[in-house]
């Protein structure tokens, strides 16, 4: 290994040697091609469900369509021309080169078109590659039958061919490891980084393999130290860590552009964020609630056709195999295992997690299906005779492809029969939002992609995907979204609503009984595209309607009579005013969510959380050694009317609110002077039975603070 060492150029000529062979390798060519054709078979699929159109199977592929468009004509990551810069897009990469392609030339459909294609084609060079991949590992069969696999993989061809950056991350996860496995014996990792840089960039579980993968390059360098010079093993040491690199650069990019360095989709969709308050052990259930769905899915027992029985049990059997006959790429496996291991656990995090036939993953699977080949190749080896060895390798590999084979047309109808549904929907409605509703309106939707792609109105995404700060008003319910609505500029509040009902995004009810959402509505958009056999839609709605917004009452809910001078206001709901008193809902069990709401009486319109328990607030600008008066809002419920008041932890006697039939009430208390020690206090109002049910039960609208 010394003397190798003593010659990096031998490196160049080893990818010398392996680029010439690669462009020799029928297997490869053969492979891509068979790729290539599945993909469009899954494209023609896609457009004899919509008369010849090309439609997305997703509405998030318009979401990039729309970040691309606007990247190529110079308005560099803003959803909307004119808006900050948002982190809207799964993918940073995959969005500059969808800005890219529209900079070339490529436009409305035929910008959808070169998406299409792109993925296509990286779905077809990922399967070649699987080919060269699984022949270094082990042997030739293994490559050529892995990459066949790949070729046929339904769920692979799905997400290639959705226009989603799916294509593109599988290439450049098995292209990495493919570099990986090229240099490692070299102790001379030149593609790798780069590579690894660019999975870094191409998404963040891509960051996560590609940061194991540079660890394990690290290490291997590490370990042969000795053999390098001390400058040159630094600068290789330093080098491998790019990818953790391009991740740190991209963090810092959020950080600087939308003042947070996390991307609107971890804030929208993930369960760290996605409820008004955190629990643990919530947290906890959910996630290993998606952990078991995806076991029982790459198990294979579960019925669906993801992937074949015992897949993932077969390919921990060959990872175990290369871990015991193949020494030097233990670096790599222990890499790979704990990336995949990582990548499954931070997908679980999501509350999409299992959506969109899991594209989240689906760029792993080569991964999978690749170790599954080599656990069967590892069965086999275990046959003394050879003859028998081959004939059972190939036995069992001819089963797993007709298992393909057979699954193969359900993927395709299920590819087409997501365009249809989403030309049904997200596409009608951008349409008729286009020619129907004034030029310049502001239209407020779930559903952002094609709406905003098609329509050339500016949207507002009500789940905060293209438009920044409105995740966290979206996750805690929809009096925190009126809240945040309402504090926008007027000639920025959408002047019409394009909006389901159902998750994702809170209910839209609420703003249709205040009168927010005017009566009747615009259009209505019933779904008319059919289910799959299991009765689901790639779309999580069955009727979409369209709005005129009325804020005429906006701001309504802030006025209230109080006696004296007022001090200070706790709008509850409002995250803005929770958040500059320190507001916190202290809750009687665990578990328990406070999602925000709305409500009207006469010509106010106000925000609320429903609480079980009590509350905590600062109150400022105080003056000291005076009485406080506190007024709330409030609707109480149940048989609790008592609630204990502290200022500062000190104890300032019982507030007695009994419960009246109106949508709220008014209540007053009196802190006494002697306690408002400082212009700030700690305001905490408290079950009188902190642990036994009946607990308080009512909803709090908001604080007025007088003196």
């Known amino acids: 290994m010394t003397q190798v060492l003593e010659l990096p150029d031998e490196v160049d000529r080893t990818s010398r040697r392996a680029r010439r062979v690669l462009r020799a390798d029928p297997a490869f060519w053969l492979t891509v091609a068979l790729a290539a054709l599945v993909g469009a078979l899954f494209v023609a699929s896609g457009m004899a469900w919509n008369q010849g159109k090309l439609i997305a199977p997703l509405d998030d592929t318009y979401i990039h369509l729309q970040y691309g468009r606007q990247i190529g004509m110079g308005h560099f990551f803003q959803f909307n021309t004119g808006d900050g810069i948002s982190a809207g897009a799964s993918s940073v990469l995959y969005a500059l080169v969808l800005g890219a392609a529209y900079a070339a030339g490529f436009h409305g459909t035929f910008m959808l078109a070169f998406a299409i294609g792109f993925g296509v084609v990286c779905f077809a060079l990922a399967a070649g590659l699987v080919t060269v991949l699984g022949t270094r590992l082990v042997s030739r069969a293994v490559g050529v039958w892995s990459g066949v696999l790949v070729a046929l993989s339904g769920p692979l061809a799905w997400g290639s061919a959705s226009g989603m950056e799916v294509g593109l991350v599988m290439l450049l996860v098995v292209a990495t490891l493919l570099a990986f496995v090229t240099e490692q014996p070299w102790v001379r990792f030149r593609w790798t980084p780069v590579l690894g840089g660019l999975l870094a960039l191409v998404r963040t579980e891509g960051l996560i393999l590609a940061a194991a993968l540079g660890l394990a390059a690290l290490w291997t360098i590490f370990q042969h130290r000795k053999a390098i010079a001390p400058g040159r093993a630094v600068r290789r040491g330093l080098w491998v860590l790019l990818p953790l690199a391009v991740g740190a650069a991209q963090l810092l990019f959020y950080k600087i552009a939308t003042g947070t360095a996390s991307a609107n989709g971890i804030q929208s969709k993930s369960f760290l964020h996605d409820r008004p308050v ?363 009317p008592e609630m204990r008041v502290l200022v500062n932890g000190v104890d300032a006697g019982v507030w007695t609110r009994p419960e009246q039939k109106t949508t709220w009430s008014t209540y007053r208390f009196t802190v006494p002077a002697e306690l408002i020690t400082s212009p700030s206090v700690r305001i905490e109002i408290q079950q009188p039975r902190p642990l036994l049910n009946p607990y308080p039960d009512y909803t709090s609208y908001g604080y007025w603070l007088s003196q």
Do not use: C
């Open 278 to 640: 955190f629990w643990v052990t919530e947290f906890t259930d959910r996630t290993m609630a998606n952990v078991r769905a995806f076991l029982g899915i790459f198990l294979g027992f579960d019925g669906q056709d993801f992937a074949f029985p015992g897949a993932l049990l077969v390919s921990a059997a060959g990872m175990a195999y290369v871990f015991l006959t193949r020494p030097t790429w233990r670096p790599m496996l222990y890499a790979v295992t704990g990336g995949l291991l990582l990548v499954l656990l931070s997908v679980s995090t999501l509350d999409t997690a299992l959506a969109h036939e899991l594209r989240y993953v689906q760029p792993f699977m080569p991964l999978l299906i690749l170790f599954a080949v080599i656990g069967v190749h590892a069965l086999t080896r275990l046959v003394t005779q050879e003859r028998v060895r081959r004939i059972g390798l190939h036995a069992a590999l001819v089963v797993l492809l007709v298992l393909s084979l057979v699954t193969l047309p359900s993927w395709s109808v299920r590819f087409g029969r997501a365009t249809a549904a989403i030309r049904d929907t997200d596409v009608s409605v951008a349409q008729w939002v286009r020619g129907n509703l004034p030029p310049g309106a502001i239209v407020a939707v779930k559903d952002v992609g094609a709406v905003a792609y098609f329509s050339e109105h500016p949207v507002l995404d009500l789940i905060g995907l293209g438009t920044n700060g409105f995740a966290a008003p979206a996750n805690n319910g929809t009096g925190s979204l009126y809240e945040a609505l309402k504090h926008l500029p007027p000639a920025q509040r959408p002047a019409y609503f394009a909006v389901y009902e159902p998750p994702p995004g809170p209910s839209i009810q609420p703003l249709k009984d205040v009168g927010v959402l005017e009566k009747p509505r615009e259009m209505t958009f019933d779904v008319q595209a059919q289910p799959d056999l299991g009765g689901r839609l790639i779309v999580p709605f069955r009727q979409l309607g369209v709005y005129r917004a009325d804020w005429s009452l906006a701001g309504s809910g802030d006025r209230q009579e109080v006696p004296g001078e007022l001090r200070d206001y706790v709008n509850v709901g409002d995250l803005r005013s929770e958040g500059e008193h320190e507001y916190a809902p202290v809750l009687a069990q665990a578990g328990t969510q406070p999602w925000t709401t709305l409500a009207r009486v006469g010509d106010v319109i106000d925000s609320a959380r429903p609480i079980v328990g009590g509350e905590t607030f600062t109150a400022h600008d105080l003056e000291p050694g005076r009485p406080l008066t506190i007024t709330s809002r409030t609707a109480m419920h149940g048989t609790v």
